[in-house]
């Protein structure tokens, strides 16, 4: 089993702390407790102002990813910042990042691409549109976190790969959508 080959059997994301995804270490910092104080209000306030707010693990992943600067790798959002410390933004931004990657990279690919499908149905725009550009533009790979294990990386992209194959090849589209149908049905 691939999971076997990664030595990350039995991994659940609950209950451990994905090998795969390590966020950056703090710094040193002589106020390590409060600063690890603010870190975690930061992250209760943001997931429950912000990303339990959103529908499905693609919508806060790319969100997520959109608040890192592509130029320094620091995460910012101006709202946190007038309440937190642009270094506690900054960490449990990414921390939140890293949960929500490692959320995704840990579904079944069926249900990664039921999430994938509704992302697109929320941007009302053309499916066959979406898949083109996503494929020829390859914009996902800006997703993972930054210090994303390479393995993790891999089998983030080629999912996505498969998953655009699979909706631009294949009349499944509705199939992979319909709660009721079985995978038994596909031919």
Known sequence: MLADAWGIRGWKYRTSRCPMCMPDQAENRPDEGKFTEEVARLIQDFEERTLNEMSGHFSRLIYLASLRDYNTGRYHHYGL????????????????????FEELVA?????????????????????????????????????????????????????????????????????????????????
Not at 82 to 93: C, F, K
Not at 136 to 158: G, K, M, T
């Open 81 to 100: 910042e007038t309440r937190y410390s642009s270094n506690a933004v900054d960490q449990g931004l990414r921390q939140c990042h890293v949960k929500v």
């Open 107 to 187: 579904l079944r690919l069926k249900e990664q691409t039921e999430d994938l499908i509704n992302f697109f149905e929320s941007l009302k725009e053309e499916r066959g549109r979406l898949v083109e550009a996503w494929q020829r533009l390859r914009s996902y790979q800006i997703l993972p976190p930054e210090n994303c294990h390479p393995l993790a990386r891999e089998l983030f992209d080629r999912n996505i790969e498969i998953m655009l194959r699979i909706l631009r090849e294949t009349e499944l589209w509705p199939l992979l959508h319909d709660p009721h149908s079985d995978a038994d049905d596909l031919p």
